[in-house]
């Protein structure tokens, strides 16, 4: 098995849904564009991806919401070096189709107070819905590590839900963790990297918004 070194996670920038959300009254979610700060979020993560990657290999899985397409092609990665592959299963949380935004905002009032992971949206999914899915890709992705060639590096261009319940998956935290941790920020990263424990460790911890509130002694 050749695991790679690190598995990166970025959330895409900025999109137009995240300054104005009455967009989704005209646009699917999925064919929202970056904002030009979008843009530049991207630009300048590429920058820094591409100073941690230096000259080595890299697989690329990608979201296949037009904004996170957006955002791996403003990374800027040399070519010659990714193999990249759009993954649906990275894809955002569905919330329903043609989104009403009133009726959104009473929904997600509705979710911080039943709970991110199991809510369930009308027509879309609940936080846990997104954990299977993710979880049936880490499965798939640990596969490829098989291949004595795999490429020392792993890049999941993604959405901020998504890169949370990935590494709860990966790291094995309890639903109490992940309730009190915030997406990060448009263009932030987070990393998984392989320590000498032979141990995936998180470069750093998301922000949290509260103290977890465990049910029993798994917390």
């Known amino acids: 098995m050749s695991r790679p070194r690190r598995i990166v996670l970025i959330r895409h920038g900025e999109s137009v849904g995240n300054v104005d959300d ?8 999925h064919a929202l564009s970056l904002t030009e700060t979008g843009r530049k979020q991207a630009q300048e993560a590429g920058g820094r991806l591409r100073e941690l990657f230096g000259g080595e290999r890299v697989s690329a899985y990608v979201s296949p919401y037009r904004r996170t397409h957006q955002t791996f092609h403003a990374l800027g990665l040399d070519p010659s ?36 992971f199991f809510y369930r949206f009308a027509q879309g999914e609940s936080g846990a819905d997104v954990y299977d899915r993710v979880g049936a890709f880490l499965e798939s992705l640990w596969r490829s590590f098989d291949d004595p060639g795999h490429p020392p590096n792993v890049l999941l261009v993604t ?28 263009g932030a990263t987070r990393a998984l990297v392989l320590g000498t424990d032979g141990r995936y460790h998180l470069d750093r911890p998301f922000e949290r918004w509260c103290t977890p509130e465990p049910y029993g002694f798994t917390g």
């Open 22 to 29: 009455t967009v989704y009254e005209r646009e699917p979610d």
């Open 81 to 116: 070096l990714v193999r990249v592959r759009e993954e649906p299963r990275l894809r955002e949380q569905d919330w329903g189709n043609w989104q009403d935004p009133a009726e959104v905002r009473k929904q997600k009032a509705y979710r911080d107070a039943y709970g991110h």
């Open 159 to 186: 959405h901020g839900l998504t890169m949370r319940l990935f590494c709860m998956r990966w790291l094995h935290w309890t639903v109490a963790e992940f309730e009190c941790l915030s997406n990060p920020g448009n």
